[in-house]
C-alpha cells in the first residue's frame, strides 16, 4: 500500500474546524494549500521542520508576519512569546516521543494563530502534541484557533505533571538506596534526573513571564479574547512551576545527601588510613635505624639481635597505640 504524496512540505497533519459545531475534520495528507484555506471555519496545520521546504512554503500562506515565518521556523532553544492586534506566535517547551517510549527529552513546538488558523511545527515528535491531537479529535468545543492553543498547554500540563511523577518514583528509588546505608553509589542516576528538573524549571519560568506579560498588556495589543486564554495558562502554567520546583528542592537536598555520604565515606578511608600509617611509623623508624650501614650497630654482633628490634618494634607500635588512646584519636 502506498502513502499518499502530501502536497505541503513538512506535512504531518491538518484538521479543519467547523465554529458551527466545534467539531474536527481530519484532511488527507494530499490537500494542497488553496483547498486547505478555501472552506469555511479554521484549520490546524502541523509541519515537520525536517523538510528543508517548509521556510519556503510558509512565505505562500496569507496571514503570517515576517516575525511569525521566523517563529515557525526558529531553531532556537528558548521558550518566546510574540502577540499583535491579529496574530500571536512564539515558541513553548515541550517533551520528546520516541517511536515506542516517552523521554524526558526537552523539545520545542513553534506556533502562530490568527483568526482563521493555527500552524504548528517541530523537528522531532512531541508529547503534548500527540495527547493534544486525541483530545480534540474527541472533543466538540473548538470553537476559535485559540482554542486549539489552550488544549496544547493544558495537555502539556498534564506531560508535566505525568514526569513529574515519574521523577520522583525515580528519586524514592535513590533514596531506598541512600538512607539505607547500600553500597551502591546513585550519583550516576540522579544527575540526568536533576538536569531534567533543572532545564524544566527555568523554561516554565520563562513561558510564565511571557504570559504575565500579556495579561498586563492592553487589550488592543494582542488578539481578541487571548488575555483571557493567557490569564487562565498562566494559572496552570504557575501550578505546574510550583511542581517542578518542589521537585527540584528535593533532588537538591538528595543530591547533598548523596554528597555528604560520599564525604563521610572518603573521610572514613582517610582516618584508616592515618590509622595505619601512625602505627607502621615507629616499626618503620626502627628497621630505619637498624638498616643504617654504620658500625658500631646495636644488636648487631648479639646473638637473636633480629630478635630483639622485633621486639623493639613491638614496643614502639604500643607506644603509638598509648599516644592515641592518650590524644582520644583512637
Given at each position: 500500500?502506498?502513502?499518499?504524496?502530501?502536497?505541503?512540505?513538512?506535512?504531518?497533519?491538518?484538521?479543519?474546524?467547523?465554529?458551527?459545531?466545534?467539531?474536527?475534520?481530519?484532511?488527507?495528507?494530499?490537500?494542497?494549500?488553496?483547498?486547505?484555506?478555501?472552506?469555511?471555519g479554521?484549520?490546524?496545520?502541523?509541519?515537520?521542520?525536517?523538510?528543508?521546504?517548509?521556510?519556503?512554503?510558509?512565505?505562500?500562506?496569507?496571514?503570517?508576519?515576517?516575525?511569525?515565518?521566523?517563529?515557525?521556523?526558529?531553531?532556537?532553544?528558548?521558550?518566546?512569546?510574540?502577540t499583535?492586534?491579529?496574530?500571536?506566535?512564539?515558541?513553548?517547551?515541550?517533551?520528546?516521543?520516541?517511536?515506542?517510549?516517552?523521554?524526558?527529552?526537552?523539545?520545542?513546538l513553534?506556533?502562530?494563530?490568527?483568526?482563521?488558523?493555527?500552524?504548528?511545527?517541530?523537528?522531532?515528535?512531541?508529547?503534548?502534541?500527540?495527547?493534544?491531537?486525541?483530545?480534540?479529535?474527541?472533543?466538540?468545543?473548538?470553537?476559535?484557533?485559540?482554542?486549539?492553543?489552550?488544549?496544547?498547554?493544558v495537555?502539556?500540563?498534564?506531560?508535566?505533571?505525568?514526569?513529574?511523577?515519574?521523577?520522583?518514583?525515580?528519586?524514592?528509588?535513590?533514596?531506598?538506596?541512600?538512607?539505607?546505608?547500600?553500597?551502591?553509589?546513585?550519583?550516576?542516576?540522579?544527575?540526568?534526573?536533576?538536569?531534567?528538573?533543572?532545564?524544566?524549571?527555568?523554561?516554565?519560568?520563562?513561558?510564565?513571564?511571557?504570559?504575565?506579560?500579556?495579561?498586563a498588556?492592553?487589550?488592543?495589543?494582542?488578539?481578541?479574547?487571548?488575555?483571557?486564554?493567557?490569564?487562565?495558562?498562566?494559572?496552570?502554567?504557575?501550578?505546574?512551576?510550583?511542581?517542578?520546583?518542589?521537585?527540584q528542592?528535593?533532588?537538591?537536598?538528595?543530591?547533598?545527601?548523596?554528597?555528604?555520604?560520599?564525604?563521610?565515606?572518603?573521610?572514613?578511608?582517610?582516618?584508616?588510613?592515618?590509622?595505619?600509617?601512625?602505627?607502621?611509623?615507629?616499626?618503620?623508624?626502627?628497621?630505619?635505624?637498624?638498616?643504617?650501614?654504620?658500625a658500631?650497630?646495636?644488636?648487631?654482633?648479639a646473638?637473636?639481635?633480629?630478635?630483639?628490634?622485633?621486639?623493639?618494634?613491638?614496643?614502639?607500635?604500643?607506644?603509638?597505640?598509648?599516644?592515641?588512646?592518650?590524644?582520644?584519636?583512637?
Open positions: 500500500m502506498e502513502l499518499p504524496v502530501s502536497a505541503i512540505p513538512g506535512f504531518v497533519w491538518a484538521h479543519r474546524f467547523l465554529p458551527q459545531t466545534g467539531r474536527s475534520e481530519r484532511l488527507p495528507a494530499n490537500v494542497t494549500l488553496p483547498t486547505l484555506l478555501a472552506d469555511d479554521f484549520i490546524w496545520l502541523h509541519l515537520g521542520l525536517s523538510d528543508a521546504r517548509v521556510p519556503a512554503f510558509l512565505e505562500l500562506v496569507p496571514g503570517l508576519s515576517s516575525e511569525a515565518r521566523q517563529a515557525l521556523t526558529s531553531r532556537d532553544a528558548h521558550a518566546s512569546l510574540h499583535s492586534p491579529d496574530l500571536v506566535c512564539g515558541t513553548i517547551v515541550d517533551f520528546q516521543r520516541g517511536f515506542d517510549e516517552m523521554t524526558s527529552d526537552i523539545g520545542w513553534h506556533f502562530a494563530v490568527n483568526e482563521r488558523m493555527i500552524i504548528t511545527s517541530r523537528l522531532h515528535p512531541l508529547r503534548s502534541v500527540d495527547q493534544a491531537r486525541l483530545a480534540i479529535e474527541r472533543s466538540n468545543r473548538i470553537l476559535r484557533p485559540i482554542d486549539v492553543f489552550s488544549v496544547l498547554m495537555e502539556f500540563q498534564k506531560t508535566v505533571f505525568s514526569l513529574v511523577l515519574e521523577i520522583n518514583e525515580e528519586l524514592n528509588t535513590i533514596e531506598d538506596f541512600v538512607y539505607e546505608n547500600a553500597v551502591r553509589d546513585e550519583t550516576h542516576k540522579l544527575a540526568p534526573a536533576r538536569r531534567t528538573i533543572v532545564l524544566l524549571h527555568r523554561h516554565l519560568r520563562t513561558e510564565l513571564a511571557h504570559l504575565r506579560r500579556i495579561t498588556s492592553d487589550e488592543d495589543e494582542v488578539p481578541a479574547g487571548f488575555d483571557d486564554v493567557a490569564r487562565k495558562l498562566s494559572e496552570r502554567i504557575e501550578t505546574a512551576e510550583r511542581d517542578v520546583s518542589s521537585l528542592e528535593r533532588a537538591r537536598l538528595l543530591h547533598e545527601d548523596i554528597d555528604s555520604k560520599a564525604t563521610s565515606e572518603t573521610n572514613r578511608h582517610l582516618y584508616i588510613l592515618s590509622l595505619l600509617t601512625a602505627f607502621l611509623m615507629p616499626p618503620t623508624l626502627v628497621t630505619g635505624f637498624f638498616g643504617m650501614n654504620t658500631s650497630l646495636p644488636f648487631s654482633e646473638i637473636g639481635g633480629t630478635f630483639y628490634a622485633v621486639i623493639l618494634m613491638a614496643i614502639s607500635m604500643l607506644g603509638a597505640w598509648w599516644l592515641l588512646k592518650r590524644a582520644r584519636i583512637l
